[in-house]
């Protein structure tokens, strides 16, 4: 252990002297960092798929479930929309070097802000390999060091696509170190990595809330925490029937095991016996099982083909992470509001609704990072939003909310220009 302690030390103090030069590193040498990640990714598709299959038959063996077993999967779908994520990040202005709020003070000084990277960034993260690569490429960008740390779960992708994303970047002409890698899956070293403020700026976990708890009770560095989603849908009394059938379907079912699909399904009581039957019908193409309280059950119950069970009460509140949603009906947008207050994470809420007034008092009172007007959370994504990716979803207020993109990962400096003055 002794020997691994003094190597994530080595790899620390290596970051920070990369930092240093990534700082000031042209937008040109990250683009083409960027350009040869994307195109090593397409290049090395069927190496990358290999190597991911021996995770997968690990996991399997180890009787990882099939939620967690998706998060780990890389296949040729996958690595190519991550590759043309990687290159929209490539495409978009570097935050770097950005000078604004500038003003001419009374005694002619010239003050302004100039945006400039945080430093070092750590990283570590659960289960999907593709972080490697969304983390790598916008700490890049944004010309920030990083240092990754996986779970052992995904450990031999998560090798393989750190060597690409490193002989990648080398070729651009990134100094060496920018991109590090903890290779020692001991847990202790977790606990060693959160020590370490004299060479990590920031700390970003992505997992379970366990894990996150940990990270934030531990680093003694800042820590930008989030991903962890109890998202609603509240169907308004005005609400179209066709749009909030299509929408709740789509944030339960389009991909249910991340932290931006639907847990909860509230309904206005006004029209919970006509959307009800509508909406359960539907999920039950695929599935999904309908946690009701007693008027949800008491309307859905006749119905055929239904996977119903009564809810109770750590139903509410609780992130499903797979095909299991929860159904309230509510007396009023009030009751609907108040439950989103008391129940959810901060990450993704949304109402259907046809009312202007309704929507607007929604959009205002919800204290959630990312608020829908009749739309689904899915979008709830960095490469949705146009940042190319994200290098997770912060449910914090400080220093920034929701999808962390590139400029999330900077901060500015005061600049001041002066031609002799001295302060009387």
């Not at 100039?114 to 890049?140: F, H, Q, W």
């Not at 095991?257 to 539907?282: G, R």
């Not at 007034?357 to 979008?379: H, K, P, Q």
Request: proline content about 3%.
């Amino acid at each position: 252990m002794t020997n691994a302690i003094t190597e994530l030390k080595a790899k620390g103090k290596a970051a920070k002297e990369a930092s240093r030069r990534l700082a000031y590193l042209s937008t040109d040498i990250k683009n083409k960092a960027l350009q040869n990640i994307a195109a090593d990714l397409r290049g090395k598709t069927k190496e990358i798929i290999a190597v991911n299959k021996l995770d997968l038959k690990q996991a399997s063996a180890n009787g990882i479930n099939e939620t967690m077993q998706d998060r780990l999967l890389m296949n040729e779908a996958r690595l190519e929309d991550i590759a043309k994520d990687v290159l929209v990040m490539a495409g978009l202005p570097d935050p770097v070097g950005e000078v604004f709020d500038m003003r001419t003070m009374p005694n002619d000084l010239l003050i302004g802000k100039k945006r400039v990277p945080l430093g070092v960034i750590g990283a570590m993260y659960e289960s999907r390999p593709n972080v490697t690569i969304d983390i790598s490429a916008l700490c890049l960008k944004s010309g920030n060091a990083v240092i990754l740390r996986g779970g052992k779960e995904a450990f031999n992708s998560n090798l393989a696509l750190v060597k690409l994303v490193q002989q990648a970047i080398s070729r651009a002409g990134v100094p060496e170190g920018a991109v590090q890698f903890v290779e020692n899956t001991d847990r202790s070293l977790v606990g060693e990595m959160l020590k370490l403020n004299q060479y990590i700026d920031l700390m970003i976990p992505r997992g379970g809330a366990p894990f996150v708890k940990y990270v934030i009770e531990n680093a003694a560095m800042p820590v930008v925490a989030g991903g962890i989603g109890v998202c609603h849908t509240f169907v308004d009394s005005s609400a179209d029937m066709e749009k909030a059938v299509a929408i709740v379907y789509n944030a339960k079912v389009q991909k249910p095991s991340v932290c931006n699909a639907l847990d909860t399904i509230l309904v206005h009581q006004v029209v919970a016996e006509e959307y009800l039957p509508d909406v359960a019908k539907e999920l039950a193409k695929a599935g999904v099982e309908l946690h009701c309280d007693k008027a949800a059950m008491k309307i859905l119950k006749p119905e055929s083909g239904l996977k119903l069970k009564a809810a109770v009460q750590e139903d509410w509140g609780k992130e499903f992470l797979s095909l299991t949603a929860a159904i309230k009906v509510v007396d009023s947008l009030d009751d609907a509001l108040a439950h989103i207050a008391k129940y959810g994470s901060g990450h993704s809420e949304a109402i259907i609704t046809e009312d202007y007034s309704s929507g607007m008092r929604f959009l205002n009172e919800v204290d959630a990072a990312c608020v829908y007007i009749n739309a689904s959370t899915r979008f709830t994504d960095g490469s949705q939003f146009g940042l190319g990716a994200e290098v997770g979803i912060s449910t914090q207020k400080f220093h920034a909310r929701g999808p962390l993109g590139l400029k999330e990962l900077t901060s500015y400096k005061w600049i001041i220009f002066g031609s002799g003055q001295v302060r009387p």
